[in-house]
């Protein structure tokens, strides 16, 4: 789908701490109410995991090699993690409840499965994967609704809701791979990431991104070639959609994490990643490799005191080059 | 008495060998000769009720009134996919039979429908579909008008949207072809429901009524005055997934003759009659 201007975000996958501030970031200025309490529009999982909501990855959705929309599973309110919210004012306040505890038995929720990774000792592994709305260049929320209630920002390739038009026929749900929209139950209208639209209008960077500790993330237009995104993604091109093969195009793109050697059974170090190329490549797609070495050789090349652009804009000195939202 | 020994021993009959679920209780139904059948273009005639005649509710759905207005039967089939969300979702063996009454006191339009449920639906949940029942009306009385919820703009028709997540709630709407359809600010239609549980799954039934004041204004709420109104139903299953397109209905209009015989030629006297007529056979029905 064309638009005038493609807003984009990259997040180097080896700088992600798993803090989680992103996500208290988005859900304390977006999803902490009004019927979004289950919702995480900005979610950080553990992989290899299930993920947000559980088995995502496996539903459906997307479009096949025709072009045509899948059908996935409807996920269900356990499969996000049913909300809960703690006695604090019985436990802590007035002393009535001993026992500090939340009201439902939680079973499951986002980040159920955090740090749990895989792989057998010592070679055991994890990393972070932050997830947001990709604001896909061919969305499938989109093109699943009946009502032209989705549409994308000519200015800045944004995909939003209409919330006049909406009439809760969850198709968008569906059809999204990612499963980054969501339906709120008291308004009977789904809802998901708006990229922070009124601060990317002002020229700041979505709260995410503002607030991530790591300093992970950068934000910039797409055809912006002094940008940081152009950099990463067209110049370097070490930034890489997740699971490309749904079809959307995302225009949220990852740097794929290096990882320490293998063990060999000697306590020897083979040549060998811990984290499964194969794996990498299941969801980034088959550039992994020519990634990674890219990054190698820049990281080889600032280590022996040589210049790297590449390396001087992942370890993002300042804000304002990281985020160039003009 | 044979008659009626034979009525039932068929009945009873065509039961034990109708397969189980929907059917066999659709069939049960099939043989009241009360109910007339009722294809896309046929016409039927509204009911009355006369004013003489006390109604608790004006939408109560199983008021007494309801088993003397003429009762109609319809077929609703699947709606064919216009958006590719609802082709990846079409199953076209989910047609159901509508059972229909409508009619008119003084100053209101009374809908009544019918339908077997097996699965009562009344959440509208992350993953769980309600329930709902829709009739439309050509607002521009032409048959000309797509029934496919209407023409575009030029052409729109007027829907009554009963939803079973709210009760009481009949959303007025508006649309001018699939994917336009929009709340009307003005929100005029009545309702109620109630889902009647029965024995055995396959009694298990919605009942709704809703109703209009025959007077509105409104570009889009249609003129109940008009003689001969085109209308059409939809049902949704919500335990297939029903919203939107995922529906079953009326495959083209029935019309709506809403002249009362007596009331346009000033012949009151047949008004009185009928309107005698029914009071009586009320009043026996309630001794």
Same mark, same amino acid.
Request: glycine share 8%; proline share 6%; with cysteine.
């Given at each position: ?156 390739? +944004?995909? $939003?809701?209409?919330? !006049?038009?909406?009439? #809760?026929? %969850? ?7 990612? &499963? *980054? ?93 811990? +984290?499964? $190329?194969?794996?990498? !490549?299941?969801?980034? #797609?088959? %550039? ?7 990054? &190698? *050789? ?29 | ?287």
């Amino acid at each position: 789908m064309a638009v005038k201007r493609q807003i984009s975000m990259v997040l180097d996958l080896n700088k992600c701490i798993g803090c989680q501030t992103c996500t208290s970031a988005c859900k304390l200025m977006w999803t902490n109410r009004n019927g979004r309490e289950y919702m995480y529009w900005n979610n950080v999982e553990t992989k290899p995991g299930a993920g947000y909501p559980r088995d995502y990855e496996k539903m459906g959705g997307g479009f096949d090699k025709d072009g045509a929309l899948k059908l996935s599973k409807q996920p269900t309110l356990e499969d996000y993690g049913i909300p809960w919210e703690y006695n604090y004012e019985e436990a802590l306040m007035t002393g009535t409840d001993p026992w500090l505890r939340p009201n439902v038995k939680p079973t499951w929720g986002a980040n159920w499965d955090e740090d749990q990774g895989d792989g057998e000792y010592p070679n055991s592994y994890y990393f972070y994967l932050p997830r947001l709305c990709n604001h896909c260049a061919n969305p499938a929320c989109l093109a699943a609704c009946s009502r032209n209630a989705i549409y994308k920002r000519q200015e800045d390739g +944004i995909v $939003l809701v209409d919330q !006049e038009r909406c009439r #809760g026929y %969850r198709y968008c749900v569906n059809a999204c791979p990612y &499963k *980054k929209v969501y339906f709120n139950e008291e308004i009977s209208k789904s809802e998901k990431c708006i990229f922070c639209y009124p601060r990317i209008e002002k020229g700041l960077a979505t709260a995410c991104a503002r607030q991530c500790v790591g300093r992970i993330r950068w934000i910039g237009y797409r055809d912006d070639e002094d940008g940081p995104i152009h950099t990463l993604v067209e110049k370097y091109k070490v930034a890489l959609p997740l699971h490309p093969e749904w079809g959307t195009q995302p225009n949220v793109f990852y740097v794929p994490p290096l990882s320490s050697s293998k063990f060999g059974p000697n306590g020897e170090e083979l040549d060998e990643p811990r +984290i499964p $190329l194969a794996y990498l !490549e299941s969801l980034f #797609g088959e %550039r992994v490799s020519e990634v990674l070495d890219t990054i &190698k *050789k820049e990281r080889k090349a600032k280590n022996e005191g040589r210049e790297s652009e590449l390396m001087d804009t992942l370890i993002g000195f300042k804000h304002a080059e990281m985020f160039k939202l003009s | 008495m044979a008659m009626r020994c034979s009525i039932k021993c068929a009945m009873a009959l065509c039961a034990s060998l109708a397969l189980p679920g929907i059917a066999s209780a659709e069939f049960s139904e099939f043989v009241n000769p009360n109910i007339q059948e009722i294809q896309p273009w046929d016409t039927v005639k509204v009911g009355r009720v006369p004013d003489s005649i006390y109604l608790r509710d004006i939408d109560d759905p199983d008021d007494i009134i309801w088993d003397r207005i003429p009762s109609y039967r319809t077929y609703l089939s699947v709606a064919p996919p216009v958006h590719p969300s609802t082709k990846l979702r079409f199953n076209a063996d989910q047609g159901t039979e509508l059972y229909f009454q409508i009619a008119r006191t003084s100053d209101h339009l009374l809908v009544r429908l019918r339908w077997k449920d097996t699965t009562q639906n009344v959440g509208t949940t992350i993953d769980g579909f309600r329930d709902a029942a829709a009739i439309q009306f050509a607002l521009d009385g032409s048959t000309d008008t797509s029934y496919m919820m209407g023409s575009g703009p030029e052409h729109p028709v007027n829907i009554w949207y009963w939803r079973s997540d709210h009760e009481f709630r009949v959303e007025d709407l508006a649309a001018g072809g699939y994917g336009s359809t929009t709340r009307l600010s003005d929100q005029s239609i009545m309702g109620h429901s109630a889902y009647i549980e029965g024995e055995e799954p396959v009694d298990k039934e919605w009942h709704l009524v809703m109703a209009r004041e025959i007077d509105s204004d409104g570009e889009h709420q249609i003129d109940l005055n008009k003689e001969q109104i085109p209308f059409g139903f939809a049902v949704w299953q919500g335990d297939d997934g029903g919203r939107d397109g995922n529906k079953r209905v009326t495959q083209g209009w029935i019309l709506l003759d809403t002249s009362i015989e007596g009331d346009d030629q000033g012949d009151q006297k047949q008004a009185q009659k009928q309107d005698q007529d029914q009071a009586s056979t009320q009043s026996q029905s309630a001794k």
